[in-house]
């Protein structure tokens, strides 16, 4: 089956520690996307790439980065450097920048104390 | 600037009666709509769209919306809730100019009561 896998689902880290949340998709869309949720805010988009070895930067990315080295992965790493890390990720992708919608992954769970 | 507001952050309704979720955009472009679900812990799934084309766009789950450019409103409504219905809904306008960007909607909560 197609689709977005996102992995782990829950992870728990230590305060100044970097950790990296993982996102593939096997839909051979060109464009991915990282989100990031919190209660009462909707979706943030932190990361885009349209393209293999190319990606912008969105609303919220700093303490974030991302890499872009093959078209199924776009791993996601927030750093020591983001003041508030604990939330919900979403990654999602979409057919390319003239695609409508975006195909979303289950999420990873954040939790840093 | 294009954005999105959803009035009401929760919505309580009897399984059975109609479902009305609101949603209005701002957009400097014509827009493309989107509603999303999202049941707890989990990723979102597409309902329903709005490209272009005719205005009430039926979608998943007897979900439907109506694009209405006077008003700038891209409700949701459903018939009869189901108690699976409850989760949180999202309505989302695609960015014009920015690589396929959706800005998304603060988000409501729908509860069904038996």
Known sequence: ?113 | AQSVTQLGSHVSVSEGALVLLRCNYSSSVPPYLFWYVQYPNQGLQLLLKYTTGATLVKGINGFEAEFKKSETSFHLTKPSAHMSDAAEYFCAVRHGNQGGKLIFGQGTELSVKP
């Open chain 1, 1 to 113: 089956d197609g689709g977005i896998t996102q992995s782990p689902k829950y992870l728990f880290r230590k305060e100044g520690q970097n950790v990296t949340l993982s996102c593939e998709q096997n839909l051979n869309h060109d464009a991915m996307y990282w989100y990031r949720q919190d209660p009462g805010q909707g979706l943030r988009l932190i990361y885009y790439s349209q393209i293999v070895n190319d990606f912008q930067k969105g609303d919220i990315a700093e303490g974030y980065s991302v890499s872009r080295e093959k078209k199924e992965s776009f791993p996601l790493t927030v750093t020591s450097a983001q003041k508030n890390p604990t939330a919900f990720y979403l990654c999602a992708s979409s057919m390319g920048t003239r695609a409508y919608e975006q195909y979303f992954g289950p999420g990873t769970r954040l939790t840093v104390t």
